[in-house]
């Protein structure tokens, strides 16, 4: 099971799904907690445009994807919805569906089209080297340290959002911009890594699995932050062994885990009814 990391770029794929998955699996409970599932996905895809757009004038590779990510997570921010018939979800799904329309078509014009899709997908973990473990490990922790700090700051405010009492931190909060900005810095790393769909994969799927096992908030973050270390595992694993695609292989170990916590969860419901 181990013998992946006799090969160096296993090793430093690991290294790379661990930094990245742990943070991502650890805001995730903020993301489902406040509702906007969709804020990583329209951020991903916005990154995702600013390296397509990057390529397609042949400059800014690391500057232009940070500039259209921290831009969009500027403008998510500031959504305030005082119309009970329109959701915050909604707003950043046409975000989304928007960049992704727009990347697609820049990219269509690149001589390798529909691999380069595939790579912003899913990116290219097992390509991941030392210099950008060091940089992305950097990020990472900074924004790690931030959470820290004033971690009863974001966390209030994301239970605002759970019950509802968001709309009395006015149209611009501090706190709630400071989440999205570290949410959109994570994400402009974390898909150059991993893709869009694995750093969906990581920010939602282990946050709804803790959910579903614990009511317990401290533990929920717990169990987050484990699921996501044990599907790197298991999914670098099942693609070292079978020779599948590491990205696709690690979102499959997530939804399987998935799938094994709401079995649990439908097995505790299953014993309430019969007590």
Do not use: C
């Not at 931030?146 to 239970?159: A, E, H, I, W």
């Not at 996501?228 to 079978?242: E, K, P, Q, V």
Request: net charge positive; hydrophobic share 55%; no cysteine.
């Amino acid at each position: 099971m181990f013998e992946m990391f006799q090969l160096s770029f296993m090793t430093q794929a690991f290294i790379a799904a661990i930094i990245t998955g742990v943070l991502l699996s650890y805001m995730g409970v903020h993301v489902v907690g406040r509702g906007i599932v969709f804020v990583d996905l329209a951020l991903g895809q916005i990154s995702s445009l600013g390296v397509a757009f990057a390529a397609f004038i042949g400059t800014g590779v690391t500057s232009i994807p940070l500039i259209f990510t921290l831009t969009g997570a500027l403008l998510m921010s500031f959504i305030s919805i005082r119309d009970k018939r329109l959701k915050q979800e909604a707003i950043i799904g046409i975000f989304y569906a928007f960049a992704s329309a727009l990347t697609v078509l820049l990219i269509s014009k690149t001589p390798h089209g529909d691999s380069d899709i595939q790579e912003v997908l899913f990116g290219n973990i097992l390509s991941t080297g030392m210099d950008q473990i060091t940089l992305t490990g950097m990020v990472f922790g900074g924004i790690a340290l931030l959470q820290l700090v004033f971690f009863k700051k974001f966390y209030g405010l994301t239970k605002a959002f759970e019950n509802g009492d968001s709309y009395k931190s006015g149209v611009f909060n501090i706190w709630n911009f400071l989440f999205y900005i570290s949410i959109g810095l994570a994400i402009v790393f974390a898909v150059k890594i991993n893709g869009v769909i694995p750093v969906f994969s990581y920010l939602i799927i282990p946050a709804v699995s803790a959910i579903m096992l614990s009511k317990n908030d401290t533990v929920v973050f717990i169990i987050s932050v484990i699921i996501s270390i044990i599907a790197s595992f298991l999914g670098l694993n099942f693609s070292f062994h079978y020779d599948f695609p590491a990205g696709s292989s690690i979102v499959a170990m997530l939804g399987g885990l998935f799938m094994v916590a709401a079995a649990i969860k439908f097995l505790k419901n299953l014993g309430v009814r019969k007590t």
